[in-house]
């Protein structure tokens, strides 16, 4: 078997592979772009009224929101800040509740034997 053929024959045995490993563009269905972008607009508005009647119309938590809602390509809570909706951003912003880092490793040393 020549070199061509062989060769001709691995790329077409790596194909169906290559189909297969090919990242995927999720689609957004009408109804979710839609209730993501009232939640952008909710945020917007600066009405914390506003802002819980959306969410629990498309049954959102603001917690699930706060954390992974995108607007404009910022994040919920710094887009309602950049509008100069401080009353919408301080609620997303406790929904998180708070967040505490500690360093394990400063805390105390452990004596391991072995």
């Known amino acids: 078997m020549t070199t061509f053929k062989k060769t001709l024959l691995a790329l077409a045995a790596s194909l169906p592979v290559l ?64 509008y100069g909706a401080n009353k919408t951003a301080a609620k997303l912003q406790k929904s998180i509740g708070n967040v505490n880092i500690t360093d394990v490793a400063a805390l105390t040393k452990v004596k391991v034997t072995f």
Do not use: H, W
Request: some cysteine; aromatic content about 4%; proline content about 3%.
């Open 19 to 82: 189909a297969i490993s090919a990242p995927s563009q999720a689609t957004m269905t009408p109804y979710m772009e839609k209730a993501l972008v009232d939640v952008c607009k909710a945020a917007k508005s600066n009405s914390i009224l506003k802002l819980n009647s959306t969410t629990k119309s498309y049954r959102l938590k603001n917690k699930t929101i706060a954390l992974k809602l995108m607007c404009n390509g910022e994040d919920v809570i710094t887009f309602a800040e950049s």
